[in-house]
């Protein structure tokens, strides 16, 4: 599951400048929601990597039109290959999306607590989506959407949410994005690209309309999720 994003320009700027040498052109967004506009990363018909502006929620090329009728946000790993809305943008149309973090919502005693994922030591995460373009029929008029890929949830994940996007390194995201590419199935894997910190915040966030720095707030000691060690009890 990813519901929410939280995307800050000065650390995203470093990532993206690091990958692609461009710079992240939107503004800061604490708390981006399914069907915002958000700048994603791939790779153009000249093969240079370019930033677009997609909306968040994939609208098929095949489709009648936008539409939030289906969950289109997200697509699992492990149907996204056979799916008929995920199966092209699978094979042909993989993408890249720069996040400073994400949020997910803990079931613990009957409540749902919000946390605030994002990496310890790192400006920002590289996940992997799918996207796709679709065209009015009478207007001609091109809007490009996406989806954000998700796996199973790694083990030092799972006490947040069963799943979790797939996190990218910055050379698996080259892979991923490579339309020419073979081996991009490899790169699907339910791993942590470093250290995550699990930072327990409000339900402030809840409310898609909030966007300000309010959201990130810790309301509690973050949580050290490091790859290949689990998680430790005495951490909760």
């Not at 990813?2 to 650390?11: A, E, W, Y």
């Not at 994002?118 to 989506?129: E, S």
């Not at 080259?174 to 490899?186: K, L």
């Not at 894997?189 to 898609?208: E, F, T």
Request: glycine letters at 8%.
């Amino acid at each position: 599951m990813c519901g929410r994003f939280n995307i800050t320009s000065d650390p995203l700027t470093r990532l993206l400048m690091e990958m692609v040498g461009l710079p992240h052109p939107g503004p800061d967004n604490h708390n981006a929601a399914p069907t915002e506009t958000i700048g994603v990363l791939r790779i153009s018909a000249d093969g240079d990597p370019e930033i677009v502006p997609m909306r968040w929620w994939l609208t098929p090329s095949w489709s009648e039109g936008p539409s939030t009728r289906y969950s289109m946000f997200n697509a699992r790993s492990e149907t996204a290959a056979r799916s008929p809305a995920f199966r092209g943008p699978y094979r042909q149309r993989r993408c890249v999306v720069p996040v400073t973090g994400f949020y997910e919502w803990a079931r613990q005693d009957g409540r749902r607590l919000p946390y605030y994922l994002k990496p310890h030591d790192a400006p920002g995460l590289l996940l992997a989506g799918l996207w796709d373009r679709w065209k009015h029929p009478e207007s001609g008029e091109e809007m490009d959407s996406f989806a954000v890929l998700t796996v199973p949830a790694a083990p030092e994940m799972a006490f947040v949410h069963s799943r979790q996007p797939l996190m990218l390194s910055m050379v698996d995201a080259r892979r991923w994005m490579d339309p020419e590419s073979r081996d991009y199935g490899e790169v699907v894997r339910s791993d942590l690209p470093g250290v995550l910190d699990a930072v327990p915040v409000s339900g402030y966030v809840n409310d898609a309309r909030h966007k300000d720095g309010r959201c990130v707030e810790p309301v509690g000691p973050a949580v050290p999720l490091v790859p290949g060690r689990g998680l430790r009890e005495e951490a909760l």
